[in-house]
């Protein structure tokens, strides 16, 4: 980061070169034709399927639009929070290993509703040096305005510190997932920038028992285990016959999944089963988890959902399944994780934009604060603040 910070493209060349996520020939930035070509060449399916999640991400994002509100506090003392988009964000895109359109929808459509005047987007290259190009093609259909081709820290780097000789000016907020690297960048350079939350790498949890079908309760940890090798899959379940019959079922999905080497891994490191002595210490283990994703099939469904407070995003029922929010439903997949879900919420408009606080204050409405302000100032021997009060009231005697 410190590189790509003083060196700038070059840097970012330098590192795209060392571990991967750049093209071959160093260029950084895609051009407009090829984001336009891309487009055009998407599969009549995918960019069918493109079409509806952008419109559902559109829709959901919609309804959280912030506004500006006023609120009078007595007469003559008048604030309002005023909403104002950012004027530039980046988007981080993982790839490299696997693309993630969805990503890239996820990020960019809730910026274009709120606002936002310029998007910049980071993605990696393959170990080819090739962007894939469903990434490219969405690029286009969200008429991104700039495409970055890195990857991991130096990606985040270039966003936050702007790449000079590309004349890219470094962007007001960063979101988007990534792996660990890419979150640690994100934190390290918070302070230079804004950013959403650390997002990555993925988790899941599916809280479960009978009548819920193991075999489905399976699907759900395969898929999110699928995410990569460091992503935690856990089952909290009150019962042990039922544990054993989704361990085997996971094992069978694992023989046949093409996906196999990384399935293992994940579930090897990161899987778990909890067995819980009752529905209330399971309850109470996923909020003190607070898992990026939750996954719930248990017989007092609503009623257990209704007490689980800590989780991004919570799929409720047998016909929930993680991947319909990852990709269809409109719902943010971009999610806090690492436990900040006991504290902190999904990408949501809000991470686009921010609120001032306007002041209107009248000669009447400060005379009616007058008590208050300079007894609190005295208290906290702030007489300067006191006197900014009492001396406007004397200044303007003199001055009728």
Known sequence: LLDVRSRGDEAVRAANARVGGGRPDGRL??????????????????RRALDQAIA??????????????HTPIIPGVDIERRWTPLRSVGAYVPGGSAPYPSSLVM?????????????????????NGVVDPVILGTAGLLEIDTLIM???????????????????????RIVGPGNTWVTAAKLEVYGDVGIDLPAGPSEGLV??????????????????????????????????????RVEAAVGALIATALRRDILTRSLTDHGRIVLATDLDSAVAFVNEYAPEHLSVDVEALEPTVARLHNAGSIFVGPWAPESAGDYATGANHVLPTGGLARSSGGLAIDSYGKFSQVQRITRDGLAALAETVTTLAEVEGLHAHRDALTRRFELDEVGS
């Open 29 to 46: 930035v895609a051009n407009r034709d090829e984001l336009d070509q891309a487009r055009d060449a998407l599969a009549t399916n995918v």
């Open 56 to 69: 559902h991400v559109t829709r959901f994002a919609q309804d959280q639009r912030p506004t500006t509100t």
């Open 107 to 127: 990020t960019v459509v809730p910026a274009h509703v709120a606002g936002v005047e310029r998007v910049v987007v980071v993605t990696p290259a393959d170990r």
């Open 150 to 172: 890195a990857g991991g820290a130096q990606a985040i780097g270039a966003l936050a510190y702007g790449l000079p000789e590309a004349e890219i000016e470094p962007v007001d």
């Open 207 to 244: 809280l479960a028992a009978p009548p819920a079908q193991p075999d489905r309760v399976a699907l759900d940890l395969v898929t999110q285990a699928e995410h990569g090798p460091d992503s935690p899959a856990i089952l909290v379940t009150t019962d042990p016959t039922f544990a054993d």
